[in-house]
């Protein structure tokens, strides 16, 4: 009896393990399916960005971009917290503080700078975006090897015990029969 | 004493013979490498230039192209009369000053170590400071400007007000560039009557394209007071109307339409945003200006100043191919925004 339930309840868990690994696996196909699009996106803006980059440099010489790039007043500062989705955790990026430029740059630079800092928020939603979608994956795998473990080993390794003890109790019981008849038999025969 | 004006004329016309033709610095930016532009580079008047490696490359070697325009313009101030060697030193050397003070000032400001920010200077002496070791080792970037005091430069102090108001650089960069401004403009009476054309033409283009750059760049950004007239205290060619009209454009293609010749060709890549290749369209501008100057007189001071202006556009074209070597930027990417192959 504390087999079948124990059985029961593993099924149940197998049944919302199943359901949990299609959860997962819908929400990285459609994980997949905007990171191809951002990613492309992001690579083409990056690409912009990286022209603008090299015409300032081309422009204005080195010492010059790497003296007016000086004046940005603060840097970048970022809180990685956690979020989680189906029990998966996941690193989500929250921009403490975004760069300020205090001088006056050149407009060569400050369009090169523009389109850095434009892009700056694409590329931090792309990589928590890729860090969630690497760990659903990772769960997703998980998961898939907890459903079949359960299906192909563990289940049939419990019904099969479950079998055996039935048959032996039908045997026994069967066995039990017999030996009732039997007995019963000797006792009609010697009351007679 | 000077030998007069016709010796410098006959020597900046020898001299012209050691710039790098279109045809060379083409050749140089097409180099595979950072070395192969080294080798090409030693077969010019440049010679073999050997660089500390240990360093960035390309900051090395900027400081190696910009120490052979000094000597070449000072070659010239040596023996150009008073008035002429003065306007250029003022000219250059102001110039060049101010991009100093700058760097220093910004130094300063991001906490930079001094021997960093004594590096980014340009190697000139100092022109109207006395040192510009002291001013790089004041404690701050407000004491930096405050010993500017007893100097032209004195004026800016004035100006950190502003940059406390706002907790930036600008007002004082901008404070600068005008003061710079008026003294190029103040020089270019040191010369005679009939020299300070082809000088005006150029300063003159290159301050209007600056002037129309800086009302794009103000387009949409409303945080600034500034009134036109305050932003743009000399104005030629792009009157302030037009610079106003920028400013207020939704669309910046129909101003610069309305420009006239040179500047509605020159402001075209405005439509991409590829500011870098207006720089280096004015720059071509200037370079034909000089050569049509010193075609129109062969034998005054248009020579001489043609050639400093190829001498200091040979400089920038140096220094972004040897950037772009050092960085393995494709030969094409690198042509677009040189001046003088793009001149023939």
């Not at chain 2, 033409?201 to 600034?224: T, W």
Request: aromatic share 8%; no cysteine.
């Amino acid at each position: 009896m504390e087999m079948k339930r124990r059985i029961g309840f593993i099924e149940r868990g197998t049944e919302f393990l199943k359901l949990k690994r299609d959860h997962l696996a819908k929400e990285l196909t459609a994980s997949i399916e905007v990171l191809k699009g951002r990613r492309s996106l992001l690579l083409e803006n990056l690409r912009g960005a990286y022209r603008a980059v090299t015409a300032a440099y081309i422009s204005l010489g080195p010492t010059e971009v790497r003296s007016q790039a000086s004046s940005i007043k603060a840097g970048l500062e970022l809180e990685v917290l956690p979020r989680a989705v189906m029990g998966v955790r996941y690193p989500f990026i929250k921009v403490e503080k975004k760069p300020q430029i205090a001088g006056e740059l050149d407009i060569t630079l400050s369009e090169a700078a523009a389109k850095v800092l434009a892009i700056l928020d694409d590329i931090l939603q792309l990589a928590e975006f890729e860090a969630r979608a690497e760990r659903i994956a990772d769960e997703l795998g998980k998961t898939n090897r907890k459903v079949n473990a359960l299906e192909n080993t563990i289940i049939p390794s419990y019904r099969q015990v479950i079998k055996f003890i039935e048959d032996k109790l039908d045997e026994e019981s069967l066995e039990e029969l017999v030996r009732m008849k039997l007995i019963g038999g000797a006792l009609a025969r010697r009351r007679e | 004493m000077s030998p007069g004006l016709s010796y410098v004329v006959i020597k900046s016309h020898a001299l012209m013979a050691d710039l790098l033709t279109p045809e060379q610095m083409r050749n140089l930016a097409e180099r595979e490498s950072l070395e192969g532009f080294v080798e090409q580079l030693a077969g010019t008047s440049y010679g073999r230039i050997s660089v500390d490696t240990d360093g960035d490359v390309s900051l090395a070697l900027e400081k190696v192209f910009y120490q052979k325009f000094i000597e070449r313009m000072m070659a010239i101030v040596d023996l150009a009369p008073a008035n002429i060697g003065g306007f250029l030193q003022s000219y250059y050397y102001q110039r060049f000053e101010v991009i100093n003070l700058k760097r220093i000032i910004r130094g300063k400001y991001s906490g930079i170590p001094i021997p960093q920010i004594v590096e980014s200077l340009i190697p000139i002496t100092p022109y109207r400071v006395e040192s510009y070791e002291d001013l790089v080792e004041a404690e701050s970037f407000k004491d930096s400007v405050r010993r500017l005091k007893g100097t032209p430069y004195a004026s800016l102090v004035a100006s950190l007000d502003l940059s406390d108001k706002y907790d930036a650089l600008w007002p004082l960069e901008i404070a600068l560039s005008h003061l710079n401004a008026g003294a190029v403009f103040n020089s270019l009476k040191r010369l005679p009557q009939r020299d300070r054309g082809l000088v005006r033409k150029i300063v003159q283009a290159e301050a209007d394209v600056e002037n129309f750059l800086v009302a794009a760049k103000q387009r949409g950004s409303r945080d600034r007071a500034h009134r036109p007239e305050e932003m743009f205290p000399a104005t030629y060619g792009i009157t302030i109307e037009m610079l106003r009209e920028a400013i207020g454009a939704e669309d910046i293609r129909s101003v610069i339409e309305g420009l006239t010749p040179p500047y509605n060709e020159i402001l075209v890549p405005l439509y991409e945003g590829d500011v870098a290749l207006i720089r280096s369209r004015i720059r071509q501008h200037v370079y034909d200006i000089a050569r049509k100057g010193r075609t129109a007189n062969d034998f005054g001071f248009n020579v001489v100043m043609a050639y400093l202006v190829f001498s200091e556009i040979e400089k920038d074209d140096l220094v972004g191919i040897a950037w772009g070597k050092t960085q393995g930027i494709p030969a094409e990417d690198i042509l677009k925004y040189l001046a003088i192959p793009g001149s023939v």
